[in-house]
């Protein structure tokens, strides 16, 4: 799995807000919008400071909720709403600071705005209610980049953006060879297969294509044509 903190880092930007404290400064980080695939999984980074970390040794209660609804808790045995029973959990430890919110088979009802909430003793229950989660849900995945480079062997990659690194994309190619799939960061994650194996004459001047798999459940392919290098 890529760093949760390092994706944080590059992507978003921290906002002060108060709490019910007077005096007291809280700080939280997440994404103001992600772009998900339907049916698919995401994984929403949030991190958050707090001004005594003293308070957090402990764990506590915490959960996001969309309006005044709890859609996912840090305790597995806590009931969500319905909606989201059996597909969103809290998967940071909230004791270190790290408030990531996974959730699977993403419908296009769950566009939020989500918020978290955590429940610390003296600050009573504080509400990052000025720090929400959008998601912008869509049905077609867009078709995967592809390059190609001919020597005397063919390498060819074949990459796509998704926001789930527990869960990332399956690839099939239409010529056999040797494949290896690495995973970066980028706007989300960067998942690339590459493919290489030795050319024949009839391989030439022919489609060489690419299908990823998302989630068993939505698919999406590539196409280059195999042209052989001039000499």
Same mark, same amino acid.
């Given at each position: 799995?890529?760093?949760?903190?390092?994706?944080?880092?590059?992507?978003?930007?921290?906002?002060?807000?108060?709490?019910?404290?007077?005096?007291?400064?809280?700080?939280?980080?997440?994404?103001?919008?992600?772009?998900?695939?339907?049916?698919?999984?995401?994984?929403?980074?949030?991190?958050?400071?707090?001004?005594?970390?003293?308070?957090?040794? /402990?764990?506590?209660?915490?959960?996001?909720?969309?309006?005044? /609804?709890?859609?996912?808790?840090?305790?597995?045995?806590?009931?969500?709403?319905?909606?989201?029973?059996?597909?969103?959990?809290?998967?940071?430890?909230?004791?270190?600071?790290?408030?990531?919110?996974?959730?699977? +088979?993403?419908?296009?009802?769950?566009?939020?705005?989500?918020?978290?909430?955590?429940?610390?003793?003296?600050?009573?229950?504080?509400?990052?209610?000025? +720090?929400?989660?959008?998601?912008?849900?869509?049905?077609?995945?867009?078709?995967?980049?592809?390059?190609? /480079?001919?020597?005397?062997?063919?390498?060819?990659?074949?990459?796509?953006?998704?926001?789930?690194?527990?869960?990332?994309?399956?690839?099939?190619?239409?010529?056999?060879?040797?494949? /290896?799939?690495?995973?970066?960061?980028?706007?989300?994650?960067?998942?690339?297969?590459?493919?290489?194996?030795?050319?024949?004459?009839?391989?030439?001047?022919?489609?060489?294509?690419?299908?990823?798999?998302?989630?068993?459940?939505?698919?999406?392919?590539?196409?280059?044509?195999?042209?052989?290098?001039?000499?």
């Amino acid at each position: 799995m890529m760093d949760l903190k390092l994706w944080l880092s590059i992507l978003m930007v921290c906002e002060m807000v108060e709490s019910m404290d007077p005096g007291q400064k809280w700080l939280i980080s997440v994404p103001p919008i992600i772009s998900v695939l339907e049916s698919t999984c995401v994984v929403i980074p949030c991190m958050y400071d707090y001004p005594k970390r003293g308070h957090l040794w /402990e764990k506590r209660p915490a959960y996001w909720r969309r309006g005044d /609804e709890i859609v996912a808790s840090n305790d597995p045995k806590f009931k969500v709403v319905q909606e989201y029973n059996g597909r969103s959990a809290i998967t940071g430890t909230i004791e270190r600071s790290i408030c990531t919110w996974q959730l699977d +088979d993403v419908r296009e009802t769950d566009s939020g705005p989500f918020y978290f909430t955590i429940e610390i003793p003296k600050f009573t229950k504080f509400v990052f209610s000025k +720090d929400t989660v959008a998601l912008n849900v869509f049905r077609v995945p867009e078709p995967p980049v592809m390059t190609i /480079e001919v020597s005397n062997k063919v390498t060819a990659t074949c990459t796509v953006t998704h926001v789930c690194p527990t869960s990332p994309p399956k690839f099939s190619w239409s010529h056999p060879g040797m494949t /290896e799939t690495s995973t970066k960061l980028g706007n989300g994650w960067l998942t690339t297969s590459t493919l290489t194996f030795t050319p024949e004459e009839a391989d030439f001047n022919k489609p060489l294509n690419c299908k990823v798999n998302f989630n068993d459940k939505k698919t999406t392919e590539g196409s280059m044509l195999l042209v052989k290098k001039s000499t």
